[in-house]
């Protein structure tokens, strides 16, 4: 098992940034992607950017269009999400998730969730 918890979130205003964090517990064999997910209100939930343990990432372009950033640091068991340039359409329930297999946006493949950590742009 794995235990995901999702911090960072905040309310900010437009052109503002943010960095969330998510921090891994457990089983760390169980899981060597982890990725960022979103959910704006009445909308589908939606990939942001995914890496592995060996780097490897890939992002959404049409989210992150050049204003967020993936890193993670292994030896905290903790990915972030840099999000700068923020603007309404940002706002969004944030999600990590994590799973063993390849970079991908299929949710369905993503065994582990944490409760989110809830993101607010206003102008």
């Known amino acids: 098992q794995v235990q995901l918890v999702e911090s960072g979130g905040g309310s900010v205003q437009v052109g503002g940034s943010l960095r969330l964090s998510c921090a891994a517990s457990g089983d760390t064999y169980s899981r060597n992607v982890m990725a960022w997910f979103r959910q704006a209100p009445g909308k589908e939930r939606e990939g942001v950017a995914a890496i592995s343990s060996s780097g490897g990432k890939i992002e959404n372009v049409d989210v992150v269009k050049g204003r967020f950033t993936i890193s993670q640091d292994n030896a905290k068991n903790t990915m972030y999400l840099q999000m700068t340039s923020l603007n309404p359409e940002d706002t969004a329930m944030y999600y990590c998730?994590?799973?063993?297999?390849?970079?991908?946006?299929?949710?369905?493949?993503?065994?582990?969730w944490g409760q989110g950590t809830q993101v607010t742009v206003s102008s």
């Open positions: 998730a994590a799973k063993y297999g390849s970079v991908s946006w299929d949710q369905k493949t993503y065994n582990y």
